[in-house]
């Protein structure tokens, strides 16, 4: 068995969310796959997330006003992983995730600010040439992350 702490840890959360249930949908998902936190972005969203797990008690969630807010924040040794279609992306199927470190996606219609892909440590994207479902996003990035431990057991 494989001590938690040499795993490392992560967090994931949404630049500006469009919606309530991709909020609900993706902490749903980090829960299930081990996040280790969960944040926002920026005040779009108008209410709650649906959060039927009740991941918001299960693990730490931290709202930040803005992008500064948030990268000044950042765990210790943690690197800044954005999810973006963006020229400098590379695929996530051939990504190494690190051990310690925070996803970070964009609401569907505006993607993530220029300034958050300009301060990610790395950007990764999907074999695909239009946006996806921002909660999908997060959940397939998770469970890529989860895959590649299993297999490096």
């Not at 001590?3 to 490392?8: C, D, H, I, P, R």
């Amino acid at each position: 068995m494989v001590n938690n702490l040499e795993q490392g840890f992560f967090g994931i959360g949404i630049q500006n969310g469009k919606t309530p249930e991709n909020l609900g949908v993706l902490w749903r998902s980090a829960q299930n796959m081990g996040a280790s936190f969960i944040f926002t972005i920026g005040n779009r969203y108008a209410k709650q997330a649906c959060d039927t797990h009740k991941a918001t008690g299960a693990m730490p969630y931290f709202h930040y006003k803005n992008f500064d807010e948030f990268f000044k924040n950042l765990p210790k040794g943690a690197m800044l992983v954005g999810v973006e279609l963006d020229e400098k992306s590379v695929q996530l199927e051939t990504f190494n995730h690190p051990k310690r470190c925070v996803y970070l996606l964009g609401a569907e219609d505006h993607g993530l600010s220029k300034l958050a892909i300009e301060k990610s440590h790395y950007l990764v994207k999907f074999k695909s040439d239009l946006s996806l479902n921002v909660s999908v996003a997060g959940s397939i990035v998770m469970y890529d992350r989860q895959a590649k431990i299993n297999f490096n057991l």
